[in-house]
């Protein structure tokens, strides 16, 4: 569904596209964005980077403080730096669940052109598309890689058409909700064979 390296088409298609990916630079796609909070965003709006999701358990010491945070809205996107198995220099990861607001310590992108939430939601956090490009623009510090953000924003990267963002975006949100769905129905069942496993044996 993205082209291997060297070419610039896929070899995965739905029908009615043909055209190959454009090459484009990061700075063409986004910008560096550096919003603060106003005071007007509360914690409840703050979101964990790390599993997208909005938590308000985080202790801060003043409301002042609140004003060094980030905002951080739908389609921008954050580079969390932690280095791990499945992402050797870190990972970026876009906003997909609202406006919010994240702490300052992450390195957010607002995109400055058209563009499909999902699509970007799975290109930007694939590690097979992101490791070369992220290995010539963090380096490395204790247990976690920084962003350079000039070296991340003049890197390229194949983008297809809106249209066709469309398309894959919604195919492979799609498949994340069936298998959210499949997962729930498994952990139901496993719940229900330990009652019966409780209930049935003496």
């Known amino acids: ?7 610039v088409i896929p070899e995965f298609r739905f029908n009615g596209f043909a055209n190959a990916w ?3 630079k990061f700075s063409e796609l986004y910008a560096r964005s550096s919003e603060k909070n106003d005071g007007s965003i ?17 202790k801060v010491s003043t409301t002042e403080y609140l004003k060094t945070y980030y905002t951080f809205k739908l389609g921008d996107i954050a580079f969390e730096g932690h280095q791990s198995k499945e992402f050797r220099y870190g990972r970026f990861v876009e906003n997909d669940i609202g406006n919010g607001i994240v702490s300052h310590i992450f390195a957010v992108f607002r995109p400055i052109q058209e563009y499909d939430l999902y699509f ?12 070369r490009i992220l290995a010539r623009s963090t380096k490395a510090s204790t247990m976690m ?4 953000t000039n070296d991340f924003l003049n890197e390229t990267f194949l983008v297809p058409s809106v249209k066709e ?3 894959i975006g919604a195919f492979l949100n799609k498949l994340d909700n069936l298998i959210t769905l499949h997962q729930r129905k498994l952990d139901m069942l496993k719940k229900l064979k330990s009652a019966c496993l409780s209930e049935m044996f003496i």
């Open 42 to 58: 509360g914690m409840d709006k703050n979101i964990t980077v790390a599993i997208m999701q909005f938590k308000n358990d985080v």
């Open 120 to 131: 970007w939601k799975y290109a930007i956090n694939n590690e097979a598309l992101m490791q």
């Open 165 to 167: 963002q469309k398309q």
């Open 145 to 148: 890689h920084d962003l350079v």
């Open 1 to 7: 569904m993205f082209p291997k390296k060297g070419t």
């Open 22 to 24: 454009e090459q484009r």
